[in-house]
């Protein structure tokens, strides 16, 4: 009798695993935090990303990049690579010495944090849309809008300051456009192709599971191998969403895809017509809908697993009765 809560609790909905293909990731980008304490000390960081998975990291020290996957070059000769290490190795290192020449030009105070985020977005049709964003200290600072520096209003009479002055470097204007424009998008097509096999993995799985204890019912909905992170998962009852929902955090599994964990208390009467929803990019408007107890309800549950044991029961007692006054037989 122990044993009847631990199997109800593994009891699976009917139906409930389902298969998707993936569209992977679409876009690339660098990230650049560059953190300045005071006049003499100050340190770059780098990293590369396809959508929310890091394929890049730069060693400060060395000036050199960190290749996190086998395929993160994607079709660039290694001449390519060569060359833009080297210049992000001289940009970032001027960077540094360019603002520290200006602080006080630009009457910036010690410490703060300089963020940069440049790269390429593949839309629909196969076309690619590049972008390039400064923040000072996390607010908006600059964007490159139309081909041209452009202020953010958070960035105040500063960002209209830097963006002049900016313009006057028509070289590292010509430098950047090639990059976003060109280099980019060639090597966002190159790298979505040499990675397909790791980026496009198949996969996606929902799961549901009950608890019980007296009186009440622990839904649990889980999601797991989905990629990319963003996911909407609600316990629904028709068109209404549950607003006793629980959701917990979306988790790393090893192989880069998320998983989460969605549960609903409910009492034990008011589980049926309840429904775990799933709506993710991958699944292309399909959401995955799991009924809870549509046509195994808990009592067939309960009855499957208790008339089976009772049988093995009364075979149990039968057959040590016998034995036993067939040992006993005088
Ligand atoms: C500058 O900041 C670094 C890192 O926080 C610190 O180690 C160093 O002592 C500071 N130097 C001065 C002159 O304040
Ligand atoms: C972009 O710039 C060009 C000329 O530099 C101009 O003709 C065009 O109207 C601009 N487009 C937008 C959306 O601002
Ligand atoms: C890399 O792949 C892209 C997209 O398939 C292609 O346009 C480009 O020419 C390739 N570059 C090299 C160096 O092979």
């Given at each position: 009798m122990l044993l009847l809560p631990l199997l109800l609790s593994a009891v699976l909905f009917p139906g409930g695993d389902n298969e998707h293909a993936f569209q992977g990731p679409t876009s690339f980008h660098l990230i650049q935090i560059s953190s300045f304490a005071n006049s003499t000390w100050a340190q770059n960081q780098g990293s590369g990303w396809l959508d929310d998975l890091q394929i890049h990291g730069w060693d400060s020290d060395s000036g050199t990049a960190i290749f996190?996957?086998?395929?993160?070059?994607?079709?660039?000769s290694d001449e390519e690579v060569t060359e833009l290490e080297e210049l992000f190795r001289v940009y970032l290192i001027g960077f540094i010495r360019e603002v520290q020449d200006r602080v006080s030009e630009f009457q910036m105070e010690y410490p703060f944090e300089i963020q940069g985020i440049a790269g390429c977005e593949l839309h629909s049709g196969g076309t690619t849309v590049s972008f390039l964003r400064g923040a000072l200290g996390g607010l908006d600072f600059l964007s490159i809008k139309n081909e041209s520096c452009a202020p953010a209003p958070e960035g105040g009479s500063r960002a209209q300051k830097f963006c002049t002055l900016i313009s006057q470097y028509q070289g590292i204007a010509d430098i950047i456009r090639k990059l976003l424009l060109e280099t980019c998008p060639r090597y966002l097509l190159g790298v979505l192709d040499a990675g397909k096999a790791e980026l496009q993995r198949q996969g996606n799985e929902a799961r549901g599971l009950a608890v019980q204890w007296p009186g009440h019912l622990l839904l649990v909905c889980h999601v797991s191998?989905?990629?990319?992170k963003p996911v909407w998962v609600m316990w629904m009852r028709g068109e209404q969403e549950q607003p006793g929902t629980q959701q917990g955090d979306v988790l790393p599994n090893a192989d880069g895809t998320w998983y989460l964990r969605v549960t609903l208390d409910v009492a034990?009467?008011?589980?049926?017509g309840l429904a775990c929803r799933v709506r993710h990019s991958s699944l292309g408007g399909q959401d995955i809908i799991l009924y809870w107890?549509?046509?195994?309800?808990i009592g067939l549950i309960v009855l499957a697993i208790i008339v089976p044991s009772l049988i093995l029961l009364i075979c149990f007692t039968l057959w040590f009765w016998r034995r036993w006054s067939y040992l006993n037989i005088p």
């Open positions: 996190l996957k086998p395929w993160s070059k994607g079709n660039l191998g989905f990629y990319p034990a009467g008011e589980a049926a107890g549509r046509s195994t309800s």
